[in-house]
């Protein structure tokens, strides 16, 4: 299991780290600083979208909505997810994103969001 912490001064380290273990299969994205500001999420995000995860958590607020939709639509091989945060209105996932879910853990509106189509 890899966990990765991430905070605004370690952007460019995390990078590095995502990029070249390429080995990783299970993400703890934990990030309490509002990414979608902070020019150091963009390649943070690049980097997470081109791994081939199985398990993802990702800790997050309601402006992480598109960030988290866009991971999770660039990962089919993802079994389990764990959310972490407020409601994050996934409804514009896909309905063909995520073919291996299998268990899924986080709050109703998230889960109601998801889950239709991926029985």
Same mark, same amino acid.
């Given at each position: 299991?890899?966990?990765?912490? @991430? &905070?605004? #001064?370690?952007? =460019?380290?995390?990078?590095?780290?995502?990029?070249?273990?390429?080995?990783?299969?299970?993400?703890?994205? +934990? @990030?309490?600083?509002? =990414?979608?500001?902070?020019?150091?999420? =963009?390649?943070?995000? #690049?980097?997470? +979208?081109?791994?081939?995860?199985? &398990?993802?958590?990702?800790?997050?607020?309601?402006?992480?909505?598109? #960030?988290? +939709?866009?991971?999770?639509?660039?990962?089919?091989?993802?079994? #389990?997810?764990?959310?972490?945060?407020?409601?994050?209105?996934?409804?514009?996932?896909?309905?063909?994103?995520?073919? &291996?879910? &299998? =268990?899924?853990?986080?709050?109703?509106?998230?889960?109601?969001?998801?889950?239709?189509?991926?029985?």
């Amino acid at each position: 299991m890899s966990t990765i912490f @991430t &905070k605004i #001064e370690s952007y =460019r380290s995390t990078v590095t780290i995502l990029t070249q273990a390429t080995n990783i299969r299970d993400l703890d994205l +934990c @990030t309490f600083v509002d =990414r979608t500001s902070h020019p150091g999420w =963009r390649p943070v995000l #690049e980097a997470v +979208c081109q791994m081939k995860l199985i &398990k993802f958590t990702f800790y997050a607020a309601p402006s992480d909505n598109d #960030e988290l +939709c866009r991971i999770l639509s660039t990962q089919p091989t993802l079994e #389990e997810i764990v959310l972490d945060g407020n409601a994050l209105n996934l409804g514009q996932l896909d309905a063909t994103a995520l073919p &291996k879910l &299998k =268990r899924l853990t986080a709050g109703l509106v998230d889960v109601v969001a998801l889950a239709p189509g991926r029985a």
